[in-house]
């Protein structure tokens, strides 16, 4: 059974940076980070494999930066002058082998 344990998160003003981070119970191919708005179906935010290659959605690219420490098995996504339309619950996502596997989910509020 793989865990991810997500931590970071929190209030924020627009403009203003925050970061996540995720660290898995093992090595994982792919991880990255999902996030679900109120009333919104959940999204894809950027992703990143073990050989750091990544991929971003196109509402935050240049915005954030996702990275990895394949030593720790952990995931961490840099988020950069932050609007109010990024507000969520971001979930960390994992993929080894065909199966995926997801985190708690960590609020993410950016408002004034």
């Known amino acids: 059974q793989v865990q991810l344990v997500e931590s970071g998160g929190g209030l924020v003003q627009p403009g203003g940076s925050l970061r996540l981070s995720c660290a898995a119970s093992r090595s994982m191919i792919r991880m990255g980070w999902y996030r679900q708005a109120d009333g919104k179906q959940r999204e894809f935010v950027a992703t990143?494999?073990?050989?750091?290659?990544?991929a971003y959605a196109d509402s935050v690219k240049g915005r954030f930066t996702i990275s990895r420490d394949n030593a720790k098995n952990t995931v961490t996504l840099q988020m950069n002058s932050l609007k109010p339309e990024d507000t969520a619950v971001y979930y960390c996502?994992?993929?080894?082998?065909?199966?995926?596997?997801w985190g708690q989910g960590t609020q993410v509020t950016v408002s004034s």
């Open positions: 990143i494999t073990a050989l750091s290659t990544t």
């Open positions: 996502n994992a993929e080894l082998w065909g199966a995926a596997y």
